[in-house]
Structures are given as structure tokens and as C-alpha cells.
């Protein structure tokens, strides 16, 4: 079946400006994270959702992030008032339940650039 | 608390050599390790996981790792590498004595010379 898919691929935007990363889990995923990859450097946790219960929001660096998930479906994560040290690749990733043994199937990831 | 320290962040080995990349990992409770390759420009692909089963681990593309809890280790291993392993790895840790979320180290980044 289809993969962890992601939108857009790339997006470049100007300082200031609002953007809004897509991510579509595998079907019959609950869990859903996402996470923050910065040049040169390992995956930093943002947010991780559950079915319906409240969201983890412990990774997300400040106010300016948020995100979102409609059931066991679509997620958006919208970064509001782009600042440049928000740009990295933003990974979304997927799994079957929330457990210690899940593995989480990624997606490509969406390149986001703030001049 | 969790945390996972992949000791070197680059490793550089010849065709045909053997493959060693170090994590090292703690945790509250039994975790679960995992390994997982990022190839340039393309997705997280897990490599093998450790479930508190069996402690050496067989993944894919010739790789495996041994958990050693005594030395809070989870070290990956091929006896010979292809040109095409040429990646970055990343150990990951998670807990499974109640929920926590996945702990990754800052990746490996394996160079392999022909």
C-alpha cells in the first residue's frame, strides 16, 4: 500500500510569512509524529499524536508552531511568523500504535526554506 | 528519561571491511532500539529493531546489532561493506515500560572508499 506521504516536497518562503507542512499517514496508523532535521544534524521530536487523545506537544520550540490531526487521518504542521533558523526538512512519520516496539515508517519530508 | 549517544558522528571504512557503528543508550524502563539509514535525499528506512527478544538482530542488507544491557549498548555491524551502504544511520530508543516517545541520536554518517 501507499507510504507516509508529504506536501509540499519543498517550499521556500520569505521571514514573516506563514507556512503550512502537510503530512498523509498509512491508513490504520494512529500514531503520528513529527519531526524538525536541521542541516547536518539528527531528528529533533516536535509533536506526536495518538488517536483522540491530547496531542504531545513537548518537542515544539515555541508558540509559533503548531499542529493538527483530524482522527487517525490528515496532520498540518503550520509554522506562523517564518523565522530563517526554521528552516530544515520537516519529517513526518507514522505508526501502527503507540508502543515501544512501533516502528515508525517515514515520509520523504518537506525542505522548507526561510530567506 | 531516555537518551542514546551514537559515538561517532562520522565513520570511514574501505570496500569490503567491516562495519562498526556505536550507540549507546539509557533508560527508565526495557527499551526498544532501533537503527535506522537515511540514503542522501531519500527517507528513514529502519535497518533492524531490538524488541526484548532475541539480543542479536538481523535487519536488512547484511546488518545486525546486539543488544548489551550490561553495557547499555546497541552497536550495528555488517562484516563487509558495499559502496551502496554509504548513508547516515541513526540509533533510536524508546521505552516500553509505559508510553515515551522515541529518543534518536545525531546520526552516523558512513563513508565508504572503493
Known amino acids: 500500500g501507499a507510504g507516509v506521504s508529504q506536501s509540499p516536497s519543498n517550499k521556500v518562503t520569505e521571514k514573516g510569512k506563514d507556512v503550512e507542512l502537510r503530512c498523509d499517514p498509512i491508513?490504520?496508523?494512529?500514531?503520528l509524529y513529527w519531526y524538525r532535521q536541521r542541516l547536518g544534524q539528527g531528528l529533533e521530536f516536535l509533536i506526536y499524536?495518538?488517536?483522540?487523545?491530547?496531542?504531545?506537544k513537548s518537542g515544539l520550540p515555541s508558540d509559533r508552531f503548531s499542529a493538527e490531526r483530524t482522527g487517525e487521518s490528515v496532520s498540518t504542521l503550520t509554522i506562523q511568523r517564518t523565522q530563517q533558523e526554521d528552516s530544515a526538512v520537516y519529517l513526518c512519520?507514522?505508526?501502527?500504535?503507540?508502543?515501544?516496539?512501533?516502528?515508525?515508517?517515514f515520509g520523504p519530508g518537506t525542505r522548507l526554506t526561510v530567506l | 528519561a531516555q537518551s542514546v549517544t551514537q559515538l561517532d558522528s562520522h565513520v570511514s571504512v574501505s570496500e569490503g571491511t567491516p562495519v562498526l557503528l556505536r550507540c549507546n543508550y539509557s533508560?527508565?524502563?526495557?527499551?526498544?532500539l532501533f537503527w535506522y539509514v537515511q540514503h542522501p535525499n531519500k527517507g528513514l528506512q529502519l535497518l533492524l529493531k531490538?524488541?526484548?527478544?532475541?539480543?542479536l538482530v538481523k535487519g536488512i542488507n547484511g546488518f545486525e546489532a546486539e543488544f548489551k544491557k550490561s553495557e547499555t549498548s546497541f552497536h550495528l555491524t555488517k562484516p563487509s561493506a558495499h559502496m551502496s551502504d554509504a548513508a547516515e544511520y541513526f540509533c533510536?530508543?524508546?521505552?516500553?515500560?509505559?508510553?515515551?516517545?522515541?529518543?534518536f541520536g545525531t546520526g552516523t554518517k558512513l563513508q565508504v572508499i572503493p
Open positions: 512519520a507514522s505508526s501502527l500504535m503507540v508502543a515501544g516496539a512501533d516502528t515508525q515508517y
Open positions: 531490538y524488541t526484548s527478544a532475541a539480543t
Open positions: 533508560s527508565s524502563y526495557s527499551p526498544s
Open positions: 491508513s490504520g496508523h494512529t500514531a
Open positions: 533510536v530508543v524508546s521505552a516500553s515500560g509505559g508510553y515515551q516517545k522515541v529518543t
Open positions: 499524536f495518538q488517536g483522540n487523545s491530547a496531542p504531545d
